[in-house]
């Protein structure tokens, strides 16, 4: 426990360091998620807000299961598959403290959105992001510059029937933080279009009740599978897992078979 408060302690220090001058730059960072608010607050420590930041976002819901205007891949159980200690920003590290609503090592998605959040707040990072925006366009302008075009629901007024107009600003530079998980990849199988039983991919997947007294094969065995299988086993009749080899996680990962009907099929 002393290693682990010296080395967090080491870099706190380090964060507060003060970082060399920098340059004002219109900077647009596409995303809004974790990966997309280091570079933001980066900017922002280093003061160089007279310059134009922009984050966007295509869409945004107040659900963190999808439920509203994002269909994103979260599930009730998931938890991180990394510890905390790994997953914190150097100048703003991810503790458990009072606010915690899962002070575990591994938390839930909740705990994840806390933290989110409560790093948002203090760098001031809300102002700077433009929900309910698609960019639909990023090409080079001149030799030092970047044209971004992108269309605003929120501003051209969609929920009253306006159409979208597309919008184009200059940046400095461009930075991708749109995540490469958003569009889920399915497994070509002959015949499976004529397979009269229920499909699903994991990137749609919630709660395990839909599943209840059934007979599921699950599709691959990592991460998410690993979970799934595990949380519909719960309620399943029989649950069988399809992997090409033998699981690299048995050693990793306690009791990797959920119950004696999960078998797996190689």
């Given amino acids: 426990m ?8 080491r870099t706190r220090d380090f964060a507060r360091a003060p970082l060399p001058p920098m340059p004002s730059r219109r900077i647009a960072v596409i995303g809004a998620g974790a990966a997309a608010g280091g570079p933001l607050a980066s900017r922002l420590r280093a003061r160089s807000r007279r ?14 299961l999808g439920a509203g205007g994002v269909h994103g891949s979260l599930y009730a159980s998931l938890r991180t598959n990394l510890p905390r200690e790994c997953m914190g920003f150097l100048d703003f590290p991810f503790v458990a403290d009072e606010s915690s609503v899962d002070p575990r090592r591994f938390p839930g998605h909740q705990e994840v959105l806390r933290y989110l959040e409560a790093f948002a707040r203090r760098f001031d990072l809300h102002g700077l992001i433009r929900l309910e925006t698609e960019v639909v366009g990023v090409r080079r302008s001149g030799d030092a510059s970047w044209s971004v075009s992108y269309c605003s629901r929120k501003l051209a007024g969609t ?10 600003e200059v940046f400095d530079a461009v930075v991708v933080c ?14 499976i279009d004529g ?13 395990p009740d839909q599943f209840h007294g059934q007979v599921v094969v699950i599709v691959g065995y990592n991460p998410s599978g690993i979970d799934i299988s595990r949380d519909i086993a719960g309620v399943a009749k029989e649950v ?3 992997i090409r080899g033998a699981p690299r996680n048995v050693n990793r990962v306690p009791a990797p078979l959920p119950m004696p ?6």
């Fill in 261 to 266: 009907t999960c078998g797996y099929i190689p």
């Fill in 51 to 64: 310059g134009r930041h922009l984050a966007v976002r295509r869409q945004a819901s107040a659900d963190p």
């Fill in 178 to 191: 749109n995540g490469h998980f958003a569009e889920p990849r399915l497994a070509e199988v002959a015949g």
């Fill in 195 to 207: 397979w009269p039983g229920k499909q699903l991919h994991s990137h749609s997947y919630r709660v």
């Fill in 240 to 242: 069988h897992v399809a």
């Fill in 2 to 9: 002393e290693k682990t408060t010296d080395a967090t302690a």
């Fill in 159 to 168: 929920d009253a029937g306006g159409e979208l107009q597309e919008e184009e």
